[in-house]
């Protein structure tokens, strides 16, 4: 069971995803101008702490539909250190299902840079024509 207060679980910070082309590019000013008001006024760290990682689950999941739209790609893969904080992966896990996203996450390699560095090696063998083998 989570320890984070259950009135702040679906409360997030405002943050923007502008469109610039092709490519979208997060904005955490607001999120972290009203983080600021939050420790400024004396909130409690638990509640800010929810805040903050309710709106990175928030922005991961717009930017996956955003480009679920562009592209038709329902797929997604979490990894990297990031996913190491088990909450935020719980947290993905089961919101991007919700939406219909089909999530992987590592389960042989571990969830830091080398996994990233695996990732990486795979797609370029991909680009490349080749389809490694797990």
């Known amino acids: 069971m989570s320890k984070w207060p259950k009135?702040?679980?679906?409360?997030?910070?405002?943050?923007?995803?502008?469109?610039?082309?092709?490519?979208?590019?997060?904005?955490?000013?607001?999120?972290?101008?009203?983080?600021?008001?939050?420790?400024?006024?004396?909130?409690?760290?638990?509640?800010?702490?929810a805040r903050f990682h309710n709106s990175v689950a928030k922005i991961v999941c717009e930017t996956a539909q955003r480009i679920r739209e562009w592209k038709g790609l329902s797929d997604i893969f979490l990894s990297g250190g990031v996913f190491q904080n088990t909450f935020l992966l719980g947290k993905l896990w089961?919101?991007?299902?919700?939406?219909?996203f089909t999530v992987y996450?590592?389960?042989?390699?571990?969830?830091?840079?080398?996994?990233?560095?695996?990732?990486?090696?795979?797609?370029?063998?991909?680009?490349?024509?080749?389809e490694p083998t797990p």
């Open 94 to 100: 089961d919101i991007l299902r919700e939406k219909g």
């Open 7 to 49: 009135k702040e679980r679906r409360v997030e910070y405002p943050f923007g995803i502008p469109e610039h082309g092709d490519t979208l590019v997060v904005n955490p000013d607001p999120m972290i101008e009203a983080i600021v008001n939050d420790i400024r006024g004396s909130e409690a760290p638990s509640v800010i702490s």
């Open 105 to 130: 996450t590592h389960q042989k390699v571990p969830s830091n840079d080398g996994c990233i560095s695996l990732g990486q090696a795979y797609y370029a063998l991909h680009l490349q024509g080749e």
